[in-house]
T-cell receptor, first 113, second 113 residues
Framework: DTGVSQNPRHKITKRGQNVTFRCDPI?????LYWYRQTLGQGPEFLTY????????KSRLLSDRFSAERPKGSFSTLEIQRTEQGDSAMYLC???????????FGPGTRLLVL | QQQVKQSPQSLIVQKGGISIINCAYE??????FPWYQQFPGKGPALLIA?????SEKKEGRFTISFNKSAKQFSLHIMDSQPGDSATYFC????????????FGSGTQLTVLP
């Protein structure tokens, strides 16, 4: 499978716990995006990496959220001290340099109890 | 304004009919307009996309119509099939925003057999 992969696919956690999600983009895609999608809504942009550099962050990305892409390949998104309002689908997308098209992974569905 | 407004929220069409979903935008900097299809529990998948230098683009049963002066674009699904039942999102991006996608709120399409 050469598409974008995300792990885990589902995560249930208790309020206050930390969670970490992983995204593996399509090979050679140097651009990587994180989005959040709540039920019945369209995805909302969270952050963007070009290679290992985090170049854009949304106001939605509070200080409890941190994302990394240490070697310019896979990326992780960590949420500290989770809140019930963090329950959502977290989507990762990647694209080639200079190309508008973004390819999405299957997402990680987070439920905070 | 970054908002993209999408209508209708839900749509029911008979098999073989035409499904039409509309979107409107405010930000004239947007220069790329994709449509994504999403099935429950899956990530969005790119269907078709258009740039504002053309008024229409057709790929198989899917057509985008684009009206730059009205800042509106629409998706037409010809000969709709039950397998087309999914949620459809319009989106927009521009180069200066790191190509982050701004999504509409989605249209849940049901095609009756």
């Amino acid at each position: 499978d050469t598409g974008v992969s995300q792990n885990p696919r589902h995560k249930i956690t208790k309020r206050g716990q930390n969670v970490t999600f992983r995204c593996d983009p399509i090979s050679e895609h140097n651009r990587l995006y994180w989005y959040r999608q709540t039920l019945g809504q369209g995805p909302e942009f969270l952050t963007y990496f070009q290679n290992e550099a985090q170049l854009e962050k949304s106001r939605l990305l509070s200080d409890r959220f941190s994302a990394e892409r240490p070697k310019g390949s896979f990326s992780t998104l960590e949420i500290q001290r989770t809140e019930q309002g963090d329950s959502a689908m977290y989507l990762c997308a990647s694209s080639l340099p200079g190309v508008e098209t973004q390819y999405f992974g299957p997402g990680t569905r987070l439920l905070v109890l | 304004q970054q908002q993209v407004k999408q209508s209708p929220q839900s749509l029911i069409v008979q098999k073989g009919g035409i499904s039409i979903i509309n979107c409107a935008y405010e930000n004239t900097a947007f220069d790329y307009f994709p449509w994504y299809q999403q099935f429950p529990g899956k990530g969005p998948a790119l269907l078709i996309a258009i740039r504002p230098d053309v008024s229409e683009k057709k790929e198989g049963r899917f057509t985008i119509s684009f009206n730059k002066s009205a800042k509106q674009f629409s998706l037409h699904i010809m000969d709709s099939q039950p397998g087309d039942s999914a949620t459809y999102f319009c989106a927009a991006s521009y180069k200066g925003s790191a190509r982050q996608l701004t999504f509409g709120s989605g249209t849940q399409l049901t095609v009756l057999p």
